[in-house]
């Protein structure tokens, strides 16, 4: 059983995720019923000797099968581009937070606040605690608030990154020399674990992403510890 969810998405943490899911097994159903449709008549034809004589030049037929692909199609793409605007959409953030991709790892930025900025680094394995997790823990978690609307922009001061989180829905590129953009919401506390996902050099898979998000009046409080 274990082995099969390892298959699956992780657990939705974000309202994009979840229509990300929600997209993903709309989509799957179509194709499920396109390909045992096919397989049917497949297998009927195989199997059935018979021909019928009034299906060998049948316009009304190819019509059907003409058209009936265009309707899923559309039933396809609509969801699809529904989903792609909304993820796209800032929507009047609360809180800005600037991530910086470096060989290799990552610093983030509270704009909002004055001076406050950590790095992050991958926990060595001398440093590891009995509850770490190796190649994914790091020494300064990025601090995030509960059920707030928030934007987080992505650059690179070297080459080329990716700022991945998969429980939130959310893949975006650091470029040297370029701010990009992309809206967080988070609906549960907890640890949540990314990696940078763009072949960026020899460290390439040692530049984790860990967030940690909490209720919003302790990262007020984190806040003013600084």
């Keep these: ?38 397989l049917y008549t497949l297998l009927n034809m ?11 030049n049948q316009q009304n037929l190819e019509i059907i099968w003409t058209i009936s692909p265009t309707f899923l199609l559309i039933f396809i793409a609509f969801p699809s581009i529904h989903l792609l605007y909304l993820m796209d959409e800032i929507n009047n953030p609360l809180l800005t937070i600037k991530a910086i991709g470096h060989q290799w790892y990552w610093s983030y930025e509270y704009t909002d606040f004055l001076n406050i900025e950590i790095d992050s680094y991958m926990l060595t394995k001398n440093n590891l605690k009995l509850n770490s997790f190796r190649l994914l823990d ?48 988070i609906k549960r506390p907890g640890m949540y674990f990314g990696q940078c996902s763009e072949i960026c050099g020899a460290n390439h898979s040692f530049m984790p992403i860990v967030i940690e998000s909490i209720p919003m009046m302790f990262f007020i409080k984190w806040i003013n510890s600084f």
Excluded at 9 to 20: G, I, K, N, T, Y
Excluded at 46 to 56: A, D, P, S
């Design 46 to 56: 195989l199997i059935n000797k018979m021909i019928n004589r009034n299906l060998l």
């Design 138 to 185: 790091v020494d300064n978690n990025m601090i995030l608030p509960l059920n707030t609307q928030m934007r987080m922009l992505v650059s690179s001061t070297d080459v080329i990154h990716s700022w991945t989180m998969p429980s939130l829905g959310k893949k975006i590129d650091a470029i040297p020399g370029r701010l990009n953009q992309v809206s967080l919401m």
């Design 1 to 38: 059983m274990n082995t099969w969810m390892n298959f699956s998405f992780q657990d939705a943490s974000s309202p994009s995720m979840e229509q990300l899911m929600f997209f993903h097994d709309h989509a799957m159903i179509i194709l499920i019923l396109i390909t045992t449709s096919i």
